[in-house]
């Protein structure tokens, strides 16, 4: 099939940057559960939620400062706390390179984090960093429509060894534990604002994405170099018939995998940490009990019947039984899940103790 | 505090103790022996290193343990210029070392590693809790005493007139749970230690039988807020509110520069009201002795 030079010089080096950018706002979107989840504790979980914002600004300002070392800005200040980060350059530079140090602090937090834990992962995964280009794609890959296919097969390759990687997650390995703990860690700091004390209208995606596009709008021409530059690489690895530029953004594309991922991970946590809330007592350590004493549970059953799925089916086991310990202790323990008629039953029972 | 410990007029404002993640640089010994006696188990017993462990002299899984527990201290120590946390490493090396050879478990250190040094942490984290709650510290309405020690007791006492500045800190596990430290310098310099710092080099020169040799050196001393956890208000909770009940209370306690031209102006008015008194007393003397005077005159006329 031919393709028309349009598509080549025009449209296809845009392809991986859409893929890239709906991932980026697949991410923006859970962001944004996450933060209301930690809105939601806050009052019973202050420390937590300092801890959380101190991830958060954490990042913030190791990005920041990473981007005036990228820019040879220097660094005169650099102070953090709980609640506030502030990074200052030796020398303030102006133009460009005041553009690339913003452009750091604002999207760095997205991603660099996730760069941890793809290093963590390079050497814990057998099998998914591999840059695949689909053989009945040969003559269409510098198309709109083989760039964006080719970008999407590395994507698949990297997401079913990551996947395989979690579902078979050996909890009671030091390495693969510790990963773990590191991901849900990260995913709780992986915003780039702060849950404040009182709840902050402006403090939400839409500022987070005024506040990107206040600095792509603001110099317009920084924007236009920067696609320049994105172009001419793809002209490059066209003509010297590389896959190098997929390559690049297909890296983008695993650091918005980890990312969602580790948001989905430390939603649940967070999403059982509400939860928990709602039962009285000391109950609510239970579900938190539950986790590891089902897994060393099913994993010491599964020792003595050796199963082809012993991991994955202890990781099943550990998110199954929790998830029926808290659904059962809500029930009991609490108002909710009682129906209409359990409620009557109750106040029945309890207007008879009173009478006896 | 008992009654009887109180002082004429006195009242306890707040008594505190150290918040339970305050004495985090002990227990962050003990967490590294936890961590580290599972990592261990795990990799002489279920790795696949294993077979490096099982098939090859005893010895070999004990030098592993310890040479990662001696690197451990090291490098602890020269982070915090504490030698004792090696030390203290070491102790736990040679005592499991020891243990293993006169009980004759040789064979069985896949088992018994992992399980001494996870008992050891757990004994370190209960004498750090048990060194935590032997801290006291009470604010009163005079004074701050402070108390500590499991074995040997230690207290003091610092009266807010004598307190001439505060430092306070607050680590980052501070901020997060709010606890913080509190020293309160005392006229004496008491609650200031020093860092001090030392670098030095040598040169040789020449060959055979000359030989030029130099020494040089340089070191300096920085004065710095510290004290022993039972000589100032550490990990306090919440620090916030702490801070300004101290500050309050040396502000209330210690006369302010216009309290003093108060003073100094009191103390002029008083002085004038004396002189004047005794202007007075004089005048009324003179005029005491004028009319003895005149009735003495009079007298001698009649």
């Given at each position: 099939m031919e393709a028309s030079p349009i598509d080549v010089v025009i449209f296809a080096p845009l392809a991986p940057i859409l893929g890239v950018l709906l991932f980026w706002f697949i991410q923006l979107v859970i962001i944004e559960s996450e933060k209301y989840l930690l809105s939601k504790i806050r009052l019973k979980h202050e420390p937590f939620c300092r801890f959380t914002n101190f991830l958060g600004i954490l990042f913030q300002t190791v990005c920041h400062a990473l981007g005036f070392t990228v820019t040879k800005s220097g660094i005169s200040d650099f102070y953090i706390s709980v609640d506030y980060g502030r990074v200052a350059p030796k020398k303030e530079k102006k133009g460009i390179f005041e553009w690339i140090s913003n452009a750091f602090l604002f999207i760095g937090p997205f991603f660099i984090p996730a760069l941890l834990l793809l290093i963590c992962l390079y050497f814990l995964m057998s099998s998914g960093f591999e840059i695949v280009t689909p053989s009945?794609?040969?003559?269409?890959?510098?198309?709109?429509?083989?760039?964006?296919?080719?970008?999407?097969?590395?994507?698949?390759?990297?997401?079913?060894?990551?996947?395989?990687?979690?579902?078979?997650?050996?909890?009671?390995?030091?390495?693969?534990?510790?990963?773990?703990?590191?991901?849900?860690?990260?995913?709780?700091?992986?915003?780039?604002?702060?849950?404040?004390?009182?709840?902050?209208?402006?403090?939400?995606?839409?500022?987070?994405?005024?506040?990107?596009?206040?600095?792509?709008?603001?110099?317009?021409?920084?924007?236009?170099?920067?696609?320049?530059?994105?172009?001419?690489?793809?002209?490059?690895?066209?003509?010297?018939?590389?896959?190098?530029?997929?390559?690049?953004?297909?890296?983008?594309?695993?650091?918005?995998?980890?990312?969602?991922?580790s948001l989905v991970l430390a939603n649940m946590i967070l999403l059982l940490i509400k939860t928990t809330d709602e039962i009285p007592g000391k109950w609510k350590v239970f579900p938190y009990a539950t986790m590891p004493i089902s897994y060393v549970i099913a994993r010491v059953l599964f020792f003595y019947i050796p199963t082809d799925f012993t991991k994955a089916v202890s990781v099943l086991i550990l998110i199954l039984s929790t998830i029926a310990v808290t659904y059962f202790l809500l029930k009991r323990k609490s108002n909710r899940f009682k129906t209409e008629r359990d409620i009557k039953m109750l106040k029945k029972k309890s207007k008879g103790e009173k009478d006896e | 505090m008992n009654e009887d410990e109180l002082l004429k007029g006195e009242k306890v404002e707040k008594i505190l103790s150290p918040h339970p993640l305050s004495f985090m640089k002990y227990q962050s010994l003990s967490l590294f022996l936890i961590i580290w006696g599972i990592v261990a188990g795990w990799l002489i017993n279920f790795s696949e290193w294993s077979n490096l462990f099982s098939d090859n002299e005893w010895w070999y899984p004990l030098l592993v343990w310890g040479l990662v527990l001696l690197l451990a201290g090291v490098i602890a120590s020269l982070l915090t210029v504490r030698w004792s946390i090696f030390f203290l490493y070491l102790g736990v090396f040679a005592g499991g070392t020891a243990l293993m050879l006169s009980a004759g478990w040789l064979d069985a250190s896949g088992l018994f590693i992992p399980f001494y040094t996870v008992?050891?942490?757990?004994?370190?984290?209960?004498?750090?809790?048990?060194?935590?709650?032997?801290?006291?510290?009470?604010?009163?309405?005079?004074?701050?005493?402070?108390?500590?020690?499991?074995?040997?007791?230690?207290?003091?006492?610092?009266?807010?007139?004598?307190?001439?500045?505060?430092?306070?800190?607050?680590?980052?596990?501070?901020?997060?749970?709010?606890?913080?430290?509190?020293?309160?310098?005392?006229?004496?310099?008491?609650?200031?230690?020093?860092?001090?710092?030392?670098?030095?080099?040598?040169?040789?020169?020449?060959?055979?039988?000359?030989?030029?040799?130099?020494?040089?050196?340089?070191?300096?001393?920085?004065?710095?807020?510290?004290?022993?956890?039972?000589?100032?208000?550490?990990?306090?909770?919440?620090?916030?509110?702490?801070?300004?009940l101290v500050e309050e209370m040396v502000q209330g306690n210690v006369i302010t520069p216009y309290q003093q031209e108060q003073v100094a102006f009191q103390k002029e008015q008083v002085d004038i009201q004396k002189q004047m008194r005794d202007l007075l007393k004089m005048q009324s003397e003179s005029k005491m002795d004028q009319e003895e005077q005149e009735e003495g005159s009079e007298e001698q006329e009649s």
């Open positions: 009945q794609l040969v003559e269409l890959k510098y198309t709109f429509g083989g760039q964006i296919t080719t970008f999407g097969a590395s994507l698949h390759t990297f997401a079913n060894g990551f996947f395989s990687f979690l579902i078979n997650i050996d909890l009671l390995h030091p390495a693969h534990f510790g990963f773990l703990l590191l991901m849900i860690f990260l995913g709780m700091g992986m915003r780039p604002s702060y849950i404040g004390k009182e709840k902050q209208e402006k403090v939400d995606m839409f500022y987070d994405l005024k506040n990107i596009g206040t600095l792509i709008l603001h110099k317009p021409l920084y924007l236009i170099l920067l696609f320049a530059m994105a172009y001419i690489f793809f002209y490059i690895s066209f003509w010297l018939q590389q896959i190098w530029y997929v390559a690049l953004f297909a890296i983008l594309g695993w650091l918005s995998i980890i990312s969602i991922v | 008992s050891i942490s757990i004994i370190g984290f209960l004498f750090v809790e048990a060194y935590r709650r032997s801290h006291k510290y009470i604010i009163s309405n005079q004074r701050i005493t402070f108390k500590g020690g499991i074995v040997t007791k230690r207290e003091r006492t610092l009266r807010y007139d004598k307190i001439t500045d505060i430092n306070a800190k607050q680590s980052i596990i501070g901020q997060i749970f709010g606890f913080g430290t509190i020293t309160p310098i005392s006229q004496s310099g008491f609650g200031l230690g020093s860092d001090k710092s030392f670098a030095g080099g040598g040169v040789q020169l020449g060959e055979k039988k000359l030989k030029l040799f130099g020494l040089f050196g340089g070191g300096k001393e920085v004065q710095t807020p510290r004290a022993r956890s039972y000589y100032e208000l550490h990990g306090v909770y919440p620090y916030k509110e702490i801070k300004k």
